[in-house]
């Protein structure tokens, strides 16, 4: 069954023009709701969770929830569900989408926000073309996640009973959508506060402890000892950054170049598709900035101190080939034209959350290039590609 791919793009240019940056996703959710009720979804069929009143950090909306009740001979078959985050980086605020050829270009110097407004447009495609057409499908459930580029949040506070009982889903982020993506790296995001001594720089030094000086060390030791970047130890392997310095709350880390530094919070990441690697790394961190501390003293002997505090963001994933959903997403990536690319991913998704509750999740790409920058693009034949995959998944026997 064809897709009608203008009306889709019409839906992607529409969600593309509404902003909607992670944590803010109130006006983003009542277009897609609005486009939801215009394809002949029935209203009561759509409501929002309360995963907000959960997520840690202030989130305007819940998660964005739809039953789409079986059809025809599938009607009475186990329930699948599709997935995709309605949030978009910060970056993205300010967007405006241009169609270029096949492509949707940017307009302003921002990022574009494909990632993910165009898992958005094939999810309410989907739902468009089965009601359209009164395709045979089994009971369905569509969720869009919120705050998945800050910390896969939706997805991981979302409640279970909530969805219907799964027993399989599709999740649209990133790239082809041929990718047929099995498994993910894990994350661990660290925070360190780094407690030193106030004096003034050029009359008193010595009376000082440099918190600035504690950071330079632990991070030289760090680099030192292979663990920052890509990390590599015998077989394993993964990665690590350190990410914003500052004062706290956005201050300067440090107020002038004549007082000693006396407070640096730092933030950073871990990773790797190994479980205990990426905590591994973590604890490389710790023992650096710990190390440091001891040996930032001032004259009368006293030292610095640091608080370190990590949180598991989310945990790495491989699925078994043999798994019905992979063999079910191979199938029909192959019947609607592609070359399936299995594959994991090194970035978190909204699929590690979901295997983590029990649902096996294989993840697609719906066109999306060059996320998260000032040259992201969407190519547009990639992006009907997806919607059709997702007709294609709906309603294979």
Same mark, same amino acid.
């Given at each position: 069954?064809?897709?009608?791919?203008?009306?889709?793009?019409?839906?992607?240019?529409?969600?593309?023009?509404?902003?909607?940056?992670?944590?803010?996703?109130?006006?983003?959710?009542?277009?897609?709701?609005?486009?939801?009720?215009?394809?002949?979804?029935?209203?009561?069929?759509?409501?929002?969770?309360?995963?907000?009143?959960?997520?840690?950090?202030?989130?305007?909306?819940?998660?964005?929830?739809?039953?789409?009740?079986?059809?025809?001979?599938?009607?009475?078959?186990?329930?699948?569900?599709?997935?995709?985050?309605?949030?978009?980086?910060?970056?993205?605020?300010?967007?405006?989408?241009?169609?270029?050829?096949?492509?949707?270009?940017?307009?302003?110097?921002?990022?574009?926000?494909?990632?993910?407004?165009?898992?958005?447009?094939?999810?309410?495609?989907?739902?468009?073309?089965?009601?359209?057409?009164?395709?045979?499908?089994?009971?369905?459930?569509?969720?869009?996640?919120?705050?998945?580029?800050?910390?896969?949040?939706?997805?991981?506070?979302?409640?279970?009973?909530?969805?219907?009982?799964?027993?399989?889903?599709?999740?649209?982020?990133?790239?082809?959508?041929?990718?047929?993506?099995?498994?993910?790296?894990?994350?661990?995001?660290?925070?360190?506060?780094?407690?030193?001594?106030?004096?003034?720089?050029?009359?008193?030094?010595?009376?000082?402890?440099?918190?600035?000086?504690?950071?330079?060390?632990?991070?030289?030791?760090?680099?030192?000892?292979?663990?920052?970047?890509?990390?590599?130890?015998?077989?394993?392997? =993964? +990665?690590? %950054? /350190?990410?914003?310095?500052? #004062? !706290?709350?956005?201050?300067?880390?440090?107020?002038?170049?004549?007082?000693? $530094?006396?407070?640096?919070?730092?933030?950073?990441?871990?990773?790797?598709?190994?479980?205990?690697?990426?905590?591994?790394?973590?604890?490389?961190?710790?023992?650096?900035?710990?190390?440091?501390?001891?040996?930032?003293?001032?004259?009368?002997?006293?030292?610095?101190?640091?608080?370190?505090?990590?949180?598991?963001?989310?945990?790495?994933?491989?699925?078994?080939?043999?798994?019905?959903?992979?063999?079910?997403?191979?199938?029909?990536?192959?019947?609607?034209? =592609? +070359?399936? %690319? /299995?594959?994991?991913?090194? #970035? !978190?998704?909204?699929?590690?959350?979901?295997?983590?509750?029990?649902?096996? $999740?294989?993840?697609?790409?719906?066109?999306?290039?060059?996320?998260?920058?000032?040259?992201?693009?969407?190519?547009?034949?990639?992006?009907?590609?997806?919607?059709?995959?997702?007709?294609?998944?709906?309603?294979?026997?």
């Amino acid at each position: 069954m064809p897709v009608d791919t203008k009306a889709a793009t019409d839906r992607l240019m529409r969600f593309l023009a509404v902003e909607g940056v992670t944590g803010q996703e109130a006006a983003i959710g009542r277009e897609i709701t609005a486009a939801l009720k215009d394809s002949g979804v029935a209203a009561k069929a759509i409501r929002l969770d309360d995963a907000n009143t959960r997520i840690p950090v202030p989130t305007e909306t819940g998660n964005l929830i739809v039953d789409l009740p079986g059809r025809g001979a599938l009607h009475n078959q186990p329930r699948i569900m599709f997935m995709t985050h309605m949030d978009t980086v910060p970056l993205c605020a300010g967007a405006k989408p241009k169609k270029s050829g096949r492509k949707i270009v940017n307009s302003a110097k921002t990022a574009l926000g494909g990632d993910n407004r165009c898992g958005c447009g094939v999810l309410v495609t989907l739902a468009a073309e089965l009601e359209k057409h009164k395709l045979d499908h089994p009971p369905i459930t569509l969720l869009f996640c919120v705050r998945e580029e800050s910390g896969l949040y939706g997805a991981r506070h979302v409640k279970l009973d909530e969805l219907g009982s799964p027993v399989m889903a599709f999740n649209y982020d990133g790239g082809s959508a041929s990718n047929v993506v099995i498994g993910a790296v894990g994350a661990d995001r660290w925070t360190v506060e780094i407690m030193g001594r106030a004096s003034h720089a050029g009359v008193a030094p010595e009376r000082g402890i440099s918190s600035t000086m504690i950071m330079a060390l632990a991070l030289a030791e760090v680099k030192a000892g292979g663990w920052f970047g890509k990390v590599v130890k015998g077989k394993r392997q =993964g +990665t690590s %950054n /350190v990410g914003p310095v500052t #004062g !706290g709350e956005g201050r300067p880390a440090g107020d002038a170049t004549n007082v000693v $530094t006396d407070y640096v919070h730092v933030r950073g990441e871990s990773r790797s598709h190994d479980g205990k690697f990426f905590k591994e790394i973590t604890k490389a961190y710790k023992a650096a900035f710990e190390k440091a501390a001891k040996k930032v003293t001032n004259a009368q002997g006293k030292s610095g101190k640091v608080k370190f505090k990590a949180e598991t963001d989310y945990y790495p994933f491989r699925m078994k080939d043999s798994q019905p959903v992979i063999k079910r997403a191979v199938e029909a990536v192959s019947a609607v034209g =592609g +070359t399936p %690319n /299995v594959r994991t991913a090194n #970035g !978190g998704l909204d699929a590690n959350w979901m295997v983590r509750h029990g649902i096996p $999740t294989v993840t697609f790409g719906a066109g999306q290039n060059e996320a998260h920058t000032i040259d992201e693009w969407i190519n547009l034949d990639e992006y009907d590609r997806a919607c059709a995959l997702a007709v294609q998944l709906a309603t294979m026997r």
